[in-house]
């Protein structure tokens, strides 16, 4: 009797387990493969490369190329690579990506800058393991940059003390804005090279505990400051060149390649000089707690040439992500005048930074700095019924997806209040997906530089709405894309009258 009901049970967890390999077989079938994936139109040997083209639709369709894309083809798209380009797929559907994201490695890797690392490995790099740096490595090495960042950058009571040096640096941006103004009081120069001078004044005061004077009026030529100005915007410019538009630099010496060598090394020349100075002021210094340290004190306990590195990273990618951001914030406040007196009604009463806070966010939605989410996947994926292969290029459409009707009500308005409003209103934005809006990202890669760029960027918009009366004329700056980063455009318009 026993034997015979066991082998009742057996048959039956077989034929249990045979229906369900039947299940996943048929599923899996039902599974297409990458290539079926829709996308642009690919022709034999140049592929989608035409649309790309003069003349093709998505020629120079930066900004708009995520919304170009969902509308023709849907919420996943197929981009194959040419030129020293990689294949790509974007993903504009939040749940499918979040459940992307879930299976990952809680190691992520993020794609892009080829070239930087080339350079870190083949000219900076002592030794073969020696670390490319926090954006640039992944795994264990990338983790441990990261533990070491994570506590200075991100921990409130680590940014707290940074408040009254980025105080001291919009106090001066503010008198160099006025100072600048002609007799429209129009600024003259290009407002987006000034804000960047304020990014990097900002960054180089938090990370070295010292002052770059970048916004010294008098900055000669040959100082390591302007020098440093000008490495970081060269080298933004031929990492887009190489790694962000269709470049042979990986087959053969082309002119950007060397350019691009050289001037990451000017730029690493100059950082050391910068990394140096501080060294030696620290020296003078008093010893204080670990609260009080800068950040360059905290990654120095790691190794001279990793601090380096990092510093570097941290003025790769921390200034035109917060100068594009404030520039943003600023057009959004000069075009909408009812929020701007609002705002400073708020900062002049110096109770709360609720509205302050909404208004950034609100910024950073419609005018995202970065406007994918970009990883590299470290395993096969079933999404949206298509299977996506290891080591493939994902990138999900946050910029879309923040400016639809069904994601956020009156997706084109500038409306801060929709970060305040309680839940029952339509317009809260807890409404939207969690994975739609993400300035910064998820996880354990997002932006280490968050706490400081909303710390600075807080201090700085706060100081020009006490001072100035801001007024935009004409219609709306156009945007653009250039690697990972969307650019606002000339002209900027801007009045700044005295309050
Ligand atoms: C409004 C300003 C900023 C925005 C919107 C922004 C946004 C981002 C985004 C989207 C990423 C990619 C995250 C990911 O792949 O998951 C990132 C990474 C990064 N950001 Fe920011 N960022 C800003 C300012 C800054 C500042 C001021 C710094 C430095 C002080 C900084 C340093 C970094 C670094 C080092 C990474 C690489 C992190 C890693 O791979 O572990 N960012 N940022």
């Known amino acids: 009797m026993y034997k015979l009901k066991r082998f009742f049970i057996t048959r039956n967890a077989l034929n249990r387990q045979k229906y369900i ?6 599923v899996e079938d039902r599974i297409k493969p990458w290539r079926k994936i829709p996308g642009p139109l690919s022709l034999p040997i140049i592929g989608q490369l035409l649309h790309f083209l003069p003349g093709g639709w998505l020629y120079k369709r930066t900004i708009e190329l995520q919304e170009l894309l969902y509308k023709s083809y849907g919420p996943i798209v197929r981009l194959d690579g040419n030129l020293g380009f990689p294949p790509i797929t974007f993903i504009f559907d939040p749940e499918a990506a979040i459940k992307l994201f879930r299976k990952e490695d809680p ?11 080339y350079y870190r490995k083949h000219f900076y790099n002592k030794h073969e393991d020696d670390p490319n740096g926090v954006i640039l490595d992944h795994g264990e090495t990338w983790k441990k ?14 940014i707290k003390p940074f408040a009254s040096v980025l105080a001291e640096v919009a106090d001066d941006m503010v008198d160099r804005l006025r100072s600048k103004r002609n007799k429209q009081n129009m600024i003259e120069d290009n407002l987006f090279t000034e804000l960047n001078l304020w990014a990097l004044e900002s960054v180089g005061a938090v990370t070295l505990g010292d002052r770059l004077n970048c916004l010294d009026p008098n900055l000669p030529d040959d100082s390591p400051a302007k020098k440093l100005i000008d490495a970081l915007h060269e080298s933004l410019r031929i990492l887009d060149k190489l790694d962000f538009q269709p470049s042979l630099w990986k087959y053969i010496t082309t002119p950007s390649y060397k350019k691009g060598m050289e001037i990451f090394n000017v730029l690493l020349r100059v950082n050391k000089f910068f990394i140096e100075r501080s060294i030696q002021n620290l020296k003078s210094k008093e010893e204080t707690n670990d609260e009080n340290k800068w950040i360059i004190e905290k990654i120095l306990e790691l190794d001279r040439n990793v601090a380096v590195t990092l510093a570097n990273d941290l003025f790769l990618a921390g200034v035109d992500t917060s100068a594009g951001t404030a520039l943003a914030i600023l057009y959004l ?24 806070k909404a208004c950034i966010k609100e ?14 996947t470290t395993k096969e994926h079933d999404v949206l019924g298509y299977r996506i292969p290891k080591n493939m290029i994902v990138i999900i459409g946050n910029q879309y997806l923040c400016s639809v009707e069904d994601q956020f009500p009156q997706p084109t308005q ?9 839940r029952n209103d339509p317009l809260y934005y807890g409404n939207a997906h969690p994975f739609a809006y993400a300035p910064f990202r998820f996880g354990v ?3 280490v530089g968050r706490r400081i760029a909303e710390l600075e960027i807080e201090i700085l918009i706060s100081k020009i ?13 156009k945007r653009t894309r250039r690697s990972t980063i969307n650019y606002i455009l000339e002209p900027y318009n801007f009045v700044f009258n005295d309050i």
């Open 445 to 447: 890669r997002s932006c």
């Open 145 to 158: 940059l990261r533990s070491l960042m994570n506590p200075a950058m991100l921990r409130t009571k680590a």
């Open 414 to 422: 500038f409306l801060p209040e929709r970060w305040i409003v309680e």
């Open 107 to 117: 190691l992520p890797v993020r794609p892009g800058f080829d070239c930087l690392v």
């Open 21 to 26: 390999s039947a299940v996943i077989k048929e």
């Open 363 to 376: 910024a950073l939605r419609l005018y995202p700095i970065v406007g994918g989410n970009f990883r590299k």
């Open 333 to 356: 406040l000069a075009a909408n005048p009812d929020k701007q007196n609002k705002l400073r009604e708020e900062v002049m009463s110096k109770h709360t930074r609720t509205y302050l």
């Open 465 to 477: 709405v006490e001072n100035f009366k801001l007024d935009w004329i004409g219609p709306p700056p």
